[in-house]
């Protein structure tokens, strides 16, 4: 990769890292249901706009919009709804650190799923340091009474398993699909399947938004789902989808050091311990790192 590159692989990270201290912020305002919201629903108004000034072709079809729905369910509604009502009770930081074994869990099923996607044994270690970085983080005293008393992160744990059938879905049944037009249309589906909920339950909510908290969702659309989207598709087309994963490197760092200048939230030992532990787990699982002291150990 170029020094370009580079610069968007990080700044990525970096956006992506941001939307754990949004959702601290907006959590003192309106409620987790309505954040995801005005999320989906906002980015999704913005992306239209896109499209059609851009004048992008669209050839919707019953199948494609069948996929939008399950991409929307499962990178959106799901995940969004997970790490929000966790982050109830779980620090952004700490949500952060949890939600990077999203990596780990995507190998994992990848390779039960597809064919051509077999666990290598970089891929093994890897995925074995992630889950001992999971286990540090939450401290192993706690692992006996974990589903009992830690819900916070089961959810974002789970929110790690929606995002990795969603990655493995989009490999699938999206291949073929404008990165732009696949991001709209999971949007909007997210939208759809949300608002009768929130007109059903969430009405009194929609009337007492002030502009603090309309503010906030907007600039957590714009700059955490459609800026960051614009990016990756950036990314996807100039680098291709494997440089992805230094990203999900570049996000707890990214959410920690946000959340400790903005709003005062550190993270404990163990937390920091663990977060080292899933960043070495993502380094292996990378194998860039592995194979470049290789060479240069083989060509002293």
């Known amino acids: 990769m170029n020094n370009k590159n ?8 970096f956006l992506w890292g941001a939307s754990f201290l949004f959702v601290e912020i907006l ?35 019953f199948s494609l919009i069948f996929n939008f729905f399950i991409m929307g369910m499962l990178n959106n509604v799901f995940p969004f709804l997970l790490i929000t009502y966790g982050q109830q009770t779980v620090s952004g930081g700490l949500a952060s650190i949890l939600n990077a074994n999203t990596s780990f869990l995507t ?9 051509n996607e077999a666990l290598t044994k970089s891929r093994i270690i890897g995925v074995l340091i992630g889950i001992v970085g999971v286990i540090i983080v939450i401290g192993y005293e706690n692992m ?61 909510e929609i009337l007492s938004l002030n502009l603090i908290s309309i503010s906030y ?3 957590f659309a714009v700059i955490c789902s459609v800026l ?26 990214s ?12 993270i404990n030992v163990n937390e920091f311990i663990g977060l080292i532990v899933i960043i070495s787990g993502l380094l292996i699982l990378d194998g860039r790192l592995i ?8 060509n002293i």
């Open 27 to 61: 959590l003192n305002y309106i409620s987790p249901f309505m954040i995801v919201y005005l999320r989906v629903s906002l980015a999704s108004i913005i992306l239209i706009l896109y499209i059609v000034l851009y004048k992008i072709k669209l050839e919707l079809s």
């Open 228 to 253: 960051a989207y614009f990016i990756y598709f950036k990314i996807l087309v100039s680098t291709g989808a494997g440089n992805l994963l230094i990203c999900t490197i570049i996000i707890p760092p």
């Open 217 to 219: 969702s907007l600039l």
């Open 144 to 204: 006996s009474d974990f589903f009992n008393n830690e819900v916070g992160k089961v959810l974002i744990l789970l929110s790690g398993l929606s995002y990795a059938l969603a990655a493995i879905f989009a490999k699938v049944r999206l291949k073929n699909v404008k990165p732009e037009v696949a991001a709209t249309g999971m949007l909007t589906m997210s939208t759809l399947i949300l608002s009768p909920f929130i007109f059903l339950f969430y009405g009194n």
């Open 107 to 115: 190998i994992l099923l990848a390779s039960l799923i597809l064919k």
């Open 291 to 298: 194979k470049n002291i290789k060479l240069k150990f083989y």
């Open 6 to 13: 580079w610069i968007l692989v990080f700044l990525l990270g």
């Open 255 to 266: 959410a920690i050091l946000l959340n400790a200048i903005i709003i005062g939230e550190l």
